[in-house]
Nanobody, 112 residues
Framework: QVQLVESGGGLVQPGGSLRLSCAAS????????MGWYRQAPGKQRELVAA???????NYADSVKGRFTISRDNAKNTVYLQMNSLKPEDTAVYYC??????WGQGTQVTVSS
């Protein structure tokens, strides 16, 4: 069982930035593909960004050029740097590990 704890969400104005963190338990973090997903009210959960154990990344078209996913295997942590935030980025953001483990989510609200 892998425990995931997200942090870093909050309220930000359009055009602002936030950095989300997801700390994972266990000894095998470096071998996991890690992902960030989001779910807005009334919408399905969607993939935002993912990073493999080898550092390969992929992004949803809607966030390319604005968001950056990274990982620090020494800290068992994956990050999502979000820049140029838009109101449509408002959602609960979830961390996912090894394709099966979910965190509890952190709220991101982009509003003036």
């Amino acid at each position: 069982q892998v425990q995931l704890v997200e942090s870093g969400g909050g309220l930000v104005q359009p055009g602002g930035s936030l950095r989300l963190s997801c700390a994972a338990s266990g000894r095998f973090f470096s071998t996991y593909t890690m992902g960030w997903y989001r779910q807005a009210p009334g919408k399905q959960r969607e993939l935002v960004a993912a990073i493999t154990s080898g550092g390969n990344t992929n992004y949803a078209d809607s966030v390319k050029g604005r968001f950056t996913i990274s990982r620090d295997n020494a800290k068992n942590t994956v990050y999502l740097q979000m820049n140029s935030l838009k109101p449509e980025d408002t959602a609960v953001y979830y961390c996912k590990a090894h394709l099966i483990y979910w965190g509890q989510g952190t709220q991101v609200t982009v509003s003036s």
